[in-house]
């Protein structure tokens, strides 16, 4: 009996040999996570659509591109998502309203259809980063949904750039470490 | 080797570098291997933020068009010999660009609602210009223009002749084929041999940009004729041609 459910990695492979059932399954695994992803850099849903449908299309075309060695295909897969959406938002405005802190994390319109499994994986995110300092925090989701560079958070944020650098640095071994713990 | 880029791995993971800063660490990481398993052991906790955000569900129509696109594309893809280079990511995106450039060419002028038509990403619209300069430096077109029942449509077999663009045919107002049938691009040897260099099916819109897997020199004519199957030797009818290796390469407007 064929396996219900193929690992990641074997999507890629089958991607990579121009499998299109293999783009529909990464698509139903990953397909909602990426246009969350999009929607919350870019707050718009005509965009973050546009986004995942080219990002997983560039997928489609570059799998056989994808190297294991620089990460596991989830975070090759984001990747592309987050630097298309981040590509857009950057030649959309110079200035970026600093995304609101702690409501923006907040549930509030979660879909309640989402599985258990995942509904886990979200809490034990949220739980690491809310264990942040408040300033690590920041300055990794000013970085990461609100596309700005560590430069630009630099001068935002009134500290030199190596503060903003030490600031990531520590902020993601920490989480690190609690994604560790809990793997 | 060049110093190691520890101190900007933690940006990089968070696309928190300029592009410029980004393609230094990435071209760094290509090379080295402790810096390249830390930025794959970031990029990974990286990944784990899209679970923070509310989780939202994209239109049910998304799914269909990103399947349609991808099956497009495969049909497109499918080649009768090897492919003497990789039909990569980088490859099929310049594709997309040059694309731009011969819509202005078969457009005869620069027609920005034809941009908007072409089924391609914004960011490659951005690069247009760079794309026309590649094509300014020895690019070379042929038109090929419709019969009978496709009177009205064309095709515009464009060859960059540059380093990273690969040919493609640029086709204008195509009608609907029957199902069950795809369009077919030759070339053509001089001594008639017909190689099959793309097959595809309309796509419906205007402008469709089509890439060929072969080097377009060395044939002297290309044809598109209207088959029953993706394989095998030419059997359907021509719909449109051209000579090619006599034609004056004309200048970009
Ligand atoms: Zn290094």
Known sequence: ?183 | MNEHVIDDLDAYALGALTETDAERVAAHIAECSPCRAEAAALAEVVSTLPDAVPSREPSAALRDRLLAAARAGAVVGRRPSPVPWSLGRVRLSRVGLAALVAAVVVLGAVDLDAYRRLDTAASERNDLYATLEGLRQGGRWWYMAGKDAFAGAGGTLVDPRADGYAPFVLFHDLPPVASGKVLTVWLVSPDSTWARAASFHPNGRDLQAVPITMEVSGFDRCAVTLEDSSWGARSGQVVMESRIATAPTPAVP
């Open chain 1, 1 to 183: 009996m064929p396996d219900p459910q193929p690992s990641d990695d074997a999507l890629l492979r089958s991607l990579a040999e121009r499998d299109l059932g293999a783009l529909a399954a990464l698509y139903d695994r990953y397909g909602r996570l990426a246009y969350s992803l999009a929607y919350r850099i870019l707050g718009e849903s005509e965009s973050a659509e546009d986004v995942v449908q080219d990002a997983f299309l560039s997928a489609w075309r570059g799998a056989t591109g994808y190297r294991r060695e620089r990460g596991n295909p989830r975070a090759w897969l984001l990747s592309i998502v987050h630097h298309r959406a981040v590509d857009i938002l950057r030649r959309k405005t110079t200035f970026r309203p600093a995304p609101l802190e702690a409501a923006e994390l907040q549930p509030g319109d979660e879909d309640t259809a989402v599985s258990a499994e995942r509904n886990v994986e979200h809490k034990t995110v949220r739980d690491a980063l809310e264990g942040l300092p408040p300033a690590q925090r920041r300055t990794i989701e000013l970085a990461y949904f609100g596309g700005y560079t560590h430069v630009e958070l630099s001068e935002l944020m009134g500290v030199p750039l190596g503060t903003v650098k030490g600031r990531m640095r520590i902020g993601l071994q920490k989480m690190r470490r609690v994604l560790e713990r809990t793997r």
